[in-house]
């Protein structure tokens, strides 16, 4: 089925459900690294938090040309990916970091 090619939008079908495969990874990335406590998940998190956060960013799948694409309003999903990370923030059980033994440095011979 053709769809009317307006200004913001993907005119076919198969490219709907296209990008709306990719925010809704980029859905399930946020909601599975919000908590990371390893360094490749931090990294992960930071890097969807990043592409959720940019604005007037001209590459076709940025996060606001797809959701223009999807008529979604992209500042409801980011308050309610923010809502989300506070409701679940409270059932997270609280990480500690292991403290690495002091170490002492030595000066090189030289």
Same mark, same amino acid.
């Given at each position: 089925?053709?769809?009317?090619?307006?200004?913001?939008? $993907?005119? &076919?079908?198969? *490219?709907?459900?296209?990008?709306?495969? $990719?925010? *809704?990874?980029?859905?399930?990335? #946020?909601?599975? #690294?919000? %908590?990371?406590?390893?360094?490749?998940?931090?990294? &992960?998190?930071?890097?969807?938090?990043?592409?959720?956060?940019?604005?007037?960013?001209?590459? $076709?799948?940025? %996060?606001?040309?797809?959701?223009?694409? &999807?008529?979604?309003?992209?500042?409801? $999903?980011? *308050?309610?990916?923010?809502?989300?990370?506070?409701?679940?923030?409270?059932?997270?059980?609280?990480?500690?970091?292991?403290?690495?033994?002091? #170490?002492?440095?030595?000066?090189?011979?030289?």
């Amino acid at each position: 089925m053709m769809m009317t090619n307006e200004p913001g939008t $993907i005119p &076919l079908e198969r *490219e709907r459900r296209l990008v709306l495969a $990719i925010l *809704e990874e980029a859905v399930r990335s #946020y909601q599975r #690294y919000a %908590f990371a406590t390893n360094r490749r998940g931090r990294r &992960l998190f930071g890097e969807t938090c990043e592409w959720f956060d940019a604005h007037d960013d001209p590459w $076709i799948f940025s %996060f606001e040309n797809i959701c223009h694409a &999807l008529d979604l309003d992209p500042d409801h $999903i980011r *308050e309610g990916l923010e809502r989300w990370r506070r409701e679940q923030a409270p059932r997270r059980p609280l990480v500690t970091v292991p403290v690495a033994p002091g #170490y002492r440095l030595r000066r090189a011979a030289g």
